[in-house]
């Protein structure tokens, strides 16, 4: 489709994608080239849950208290700054974009993220930005684990990213080492197997829930990827321009 019908279709009907998948799947990578390609904003929900623990952190909150750490969601003051090329998180008067990523968060934060009360409250919240960019003529691309399946289950193009785990360990290697060294890949190996079993207890994001498509990228290039997703989104407009 010419980017200008594509622009004009968004403008009028909205888009709303949903995209889950592993760590090292490419998810980030891909959702926010698609956001800036699409002239649509960019929800990594896992910033979120990032931002949470460390809030909860700062405040002193004891993670493994449930219910303390879900009334902290509620009183979070975060900011969420959806710009795919530039996104940045800030909670009341510190930035958190970077300290977020640090590994005492990576080593936390599938505490909070099992927390059942607060996935609650995330899911409520963060379906609420993306439908409320879809009523602005405009558009989100979520990325995360639930993000086909409870946030937003009725979003126009649902997409379930996966990768062989040989691709997604150097992916995920590259990202916090900047090079495959054997040590690294080893270390990341370890990191990324006990996040994925603790984050698969509360979500299923290896097997696509009815009607979610699955794109593989273990052999696909970044575009070929992006190229992919942009044929449902295109498929999404022309079905729902056909229908109005
Ligand atoms: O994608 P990430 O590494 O930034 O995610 C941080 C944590 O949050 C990770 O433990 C997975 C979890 N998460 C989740 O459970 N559901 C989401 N929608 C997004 C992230």
Redesign the pocket.
């Known amino acids: 489709m010419e980017d200008q019908r594509r622009a004009e279709l968004i403008a009028r009907q909205g888009m709303t994608i949903a995209i889950?998948g592993p760590?090292g799947s490419g998810?980030?990578t891909i959702s926010k080239k698609l956001a800036r390609a699409l002239g649509i904003g960019y929800l990594?929900?896992?910033?979120?849950?990032?931002a949470l623990t460390w809030f909860a952190l700062s405040e002193g909150i004891d993670l493994a208290d449930q219910t303390a750490v879900a009334a902290a969601a509620e009183q979070m003051p975060l900011v969420m700054h959806s710009d795919p090329d530039d996104p940045h998180y800030v909670v009341g008067d510190t930035e958190v974009t970077t300290a977020?990523?640090e590994p005492r968060i990576?080593e936390s934060?599938?505490v909070?993220?099992?927390n059942l009360p607060v996935?609650h409250w995330?899911?409520r919240e963060?379906r609420r930005r993306m439908l409320e960019a879809r009523a602005q003529g405009s558009g989100m691309i979520?990325?995360?684990?639930?993000?086909t399946t409870?946030?937003c289950p009725d979003a126009d193009v649902r997409i379930l990213l996966l990768a062989d785990p040989a691709a997604r360990l150097e992916r995920r290697t590259r990202e916090l080492y900047g090079d495959i060294a054997p040590e690294h890949l080893e270390t990341t190996r370890k990191q990324v197997e006990d996040?994925d079993a603790?984050?698969s207890t509360?979500?299923e994001?290896l097997e696509p829930a009815p009607g979610v498509c699955v794109v593989d990228s273990s052999t696909l290039t970044i575009q070929g990827v992006v190229d992919a997703v942009l044929a449902l989104v295109d498929a999404s407009l022309e079905e729902r321009a056909q229908r109005s």
Do not use: L, N
């Open positions: 889950d760590a998810k980030s990594d929900t896992g910033a979120m849950y990032r977020i990523r990576s934060v599938s909070v993220a099992t996935r995330m899911a963060q979520a990325e995360g684990r639930d993000i409870v946030v996040r603790k984050d509360v979500s994001f």
